[in-house]
C-alpha cells in the first residue's frame, strides 16, 4: 500500500525559473516531512524538511509549504539553475515506528 | 570523509549465489536504516537497527535476507539465494536519533547489486 504520493513524476523548467514538487499521503501519524536530493548514482541527501507545527520553512531558493488538514506538503525551488537538476524525494516520518516511507520521486530538469 | 560508507559500491552476481553488503555509519550514530531502490523509484525501507536491537522489518524482507549490526556499529545486509528480481541499489543511511525520535537521515552512496 502506497503511503506516500508525487507529482508530477517529472518536470522540466527554464533556467531562473520556478520549480514547484508536490507530495501527498495518507496517514496522519506522521511528524516529520523532509524533501531528499538524488544525483544520478548517489544517495540522496537532505535538502529541507518542516515539522506539522509550522505550514512553511525556508532555506535559501529552497521553501516548504506545508497544509496539514490537506496531507500535503510541496517544495518550490526559486531561481531554478541547471544544477538543480536531479531527482526530488519527499518522505514522511511515522512517529510510531520511527520508520521513514519515500515518495516515488520527480525528475527535474532545468534547462540553460 | 565521516560521512555513511557502502562497500561494495558495485557487485555483480550469478543467480543462486550468496552476496553481503557492508555500511559503515557515521561514528556515534544510533541508528541504522537499510533501504532498496530500484529505478525510477523511490527508497524502499527494508529494516532498521537502534544501536545492535533491529527493531523493525519490511514484509519486502524476505526469509533469503538477513542484517546484522553486532556491536552497534557496522552493519551487514546478506542475500542468500539471489534472484534477478534483487538487482537494485541497496542504501544504508544513519541517523543520530534515539528511540523517541529518528532524527535526520544520512545516506551513503548505495550499492548496486547485478544479478544475471
Known amino acids: 500500500q502506497q503511503q506516500v504520493k508525487q507529482s508530477p513524476q517529472s518536470l522540466i523548467v527554464q533556467k531562473g525559473g520556478i520549480s514547484i514538487i508536490n507530495c501527498a499521503y495518507e496517514n496522519t501519524a506522521f511528524d516529520y516531512f523532509p524533501w531528499y536530493q538524488q544525483f544520478p548514482g548517489k544517495g540522496p541527501a537532505l535538502l529541507i524538511a518542516i515539522r506539522p507545527d509550522v505550514s512553511e520553512k525556508k532555506e535559501g531558493r529552497f521553501t516548504i509549504s506545508f497544509n496539514k488538514s490537506a496531507k500535503q506538503f510541496s517544495l518550490h525551488i526559486m531561481d531554478s539553475q541547471p544544477g538543480d537538476s536531479a531527482t526530488y524525494l519527499c518522505?514522511?516520518?511515522?512517529?510510531?515506528?520511527?520508520?521513514?516511507?519515500f515518495g516515488p520521486g520527480t525528475r527535474l530538469s532545468v534547462l540553460p | 570523509d565521516t560521512g555513511v560508507s557502502q562497500n561494495p559500491r558495485h557487485k555483480i552476481t550469478k543467480r543462486g549465489q550468496n552476496v553481503t553488503f557492508r555500511c559503515d555509519p557515521i561514528?556515534?550514530?544510533?541508528?541504522l536504516y537499510w533501504y532498496r531502490q530500484t529505478l525510477g523509484q523511490g527508497p524502499e525501507f527494508l529494516t532498521y537497527f537502534q544501536n545492535e536491537a533491529q527493531l523493525e522489518k519490511s514484509r519486502l524482507l524476505s526469509d533469503r535476507f538477513s542484517a546484522e549490526r553486532p556491536k552497534g556499529s557496522f552493519s551487514t545486509l546478506e542475500i542468500q539465494r539471489t534472484e534477478q528480481g534483487d538487482s537494485a541499489m541497496y542504501l544504508c543511511a544513519s541517523s543520530p536519533g534515539s528511540f523517541v525520535d529518528a532524527g535526520e537521515l544520512f545516506f551513503g552512496e548505495g550499492s548496486r547489486l547485478t544479478v544475471l
Open positions: 518522505a514522511v516520518k511515522d512517529n510510531y515506528g520511527q520508520n521513514f516511507v
Open positions: 561514528s556515534e550514530h544510533n541508528r
